[in-house]
């Protein structure tokens, strides 16, 4: 897995930078700029970007039907009500898993 990023495409709204919790992106010049070591993968910021400017490439691995489940579920631990960042990459191996398992799921809500 990999992160892309269409620097002509992102219009420097500030909506992936805000939906990190951890300062990966900072907005420079009217576009965002991305700081890829550190980056967990975890589809927040791909998630936050109206534009399509930011995309995770995904490896999909064939999984025999028997082994397939509807559902991954991921706990992470809070404190104050800030996920703390070992969270962040627990979300990121379960939106892996739920990819791999269900290869056209998209996630509705990442909190």
Known sequence: MGLK??????????????????RL?????????????GCNVCGACEDACATGAIK??????????????PRVWVFAEQRNGEIK???LELLSKGRELAILYKPNYVPSVWT
């Open 56 to 69: 995770i490439e995904k490896e999909m691995a064939q999984i025999p039907r028997r082994q397939r489940t």
């Open 85 to 87: 960042g070992v969270g």
């Open 25 to 37: 992106i900072t907005i420079l010049d009217d576009k965002a700029s991305i700081k890829i070591e």
């Open 5 to 22: 990023f269409d620097k002509e495409k992102c219009t420097g709204c500030g909506s992936c930078e805000s939906a990190l919790s951890v």
